[in-house]
């Protein structure tokens, strides 16, 4: 594992150390989907980018800081699949579509959260599937 994945994989498990999956922590996400980018083919800044996907949302953190603690291509991939004010869901998608390594995050974000809850309400099966095929997967 490079430097930068470690860093990143510290950074988000310390930013998410608080939050909850269902019964366990919220930090297992995030692994998986920096495990399924790396399987993928994602290079070491998608992996990175992988394991902070959700921490300007759900833990406060800044892409300024991102840029400060990694670099602007991880900052960059992480903002390209982080929801930004007033916008849908189905509009991230649509962006996260048009970016390289966006895509390949998010595609591997929702993959990973239908795999794990099976209780999904109808609306965000829907939503999922419909992400899917914004994203080719």
């Known amino acids: 594992m490079s430097n930068l994945i470690e860093r990143a994989a510290a950074f988000a498990t310390d930013a998410h150390r608080s939050q ?5 922590p919220y930090i297992v996400h995030p692994k998986r989907v920096a495990e399924a980018v790396a399987a993928y ?15 300007v949302e759900d833990c406060g953190v800044s892409l300024e800081e991102l840029c400060v603690f ?11 699949v982080t929801r930004r004010y007033g916008e849908t869901y189905a509009e991230l998608v649509k962006r996260s579509a048009l970016h390289s390594r966006g895509r390949v995050i998010k595609l591997m974000d929702v993959r990973d959260k239908m795999s794990v809850d099976h209780h999904f309400r109808p609306s965000l099966r829907k939503r999922y599937g419909r992400a899917l095929l914004i994203l080719g997967g």
Request: net charge negative; hydrophobic share 50%.
């Open 41 to 55: 083919g994602g290079d070491d800044t998608a992996v990175a980018a992988a394991w902070l996907h959700d921490v």
């Open 20 to 24: 909850k999956w269902a019964s366990e």
């Open 70 to 80: 990694f670099n602007d291509d991880v900052a960059d991939a992480v903002d390209s």
